[in-house]
Nanobody, 121 residues
Framework: QVQLVESGGGLVQAGGSLRLSCAAS????????MGWFRQAPGKEREFVAA????????SYADSVKGRFIISRDNAKNTVDLQMNSLKPEDTAVYYC??????????????WGQGTQVTVSS
């Protein structure tokens, strides 16, 4: 049973930084294209960033491009999201998942509990 666990969220002031981490049990994440998604209150879940398993190509939503960086830590079997210059509109629950289609379509299963990110103005 594969389980994805997100961590690293918290409360931060606008302009600050957070680093999220996605860990998996039972699967080596470096073999898969992975994505980060987020869901703000009252809104649909949306794509944030993705990293491919071939050459570690990346893709970002326009809203986070230049501020967020997705990367892998193969030694820890994690996919991380470095979030800089955070804005109040980045407030959401952040999730990671395997990708069904590159770069923005997640699998329908494997959603974890997510990690809350709150950015105060």
């Amino acid at each position: 049973q594969v389980q994805l666990v997100e961590s690293g969220g918290g409360l931060v002031q606008a302009g600050g930084s957070l680093r999220l981490s996605c860990a998996a049990s039972g699967r080596t994440l470096s073999n898969y294209a992975m994505g980060w998604f987020r869901q703000a209150p009252g809104k649909e879940r949306e794509f944030v960033a993705a990293i491919h398993f071939i050459g570690s190509s990346t893709s970002y939503a326009d809203s986070v491009k230049g501020r967020f960086i997705i990367s892998r830590d193969n030694a820890k079997n994690t996919v991380d999201l470095q979030m800089n210059s955070l804005k109040p509109e980045d407030t959401a629950v952040y999730y990671c998942n395997f990708l069904r289609n590159w770069p923005r379509t997640p699998r329908d299963d494997y959603w974890g509990q997510g990690t809350q990110v709150t950015v105060s103005s």
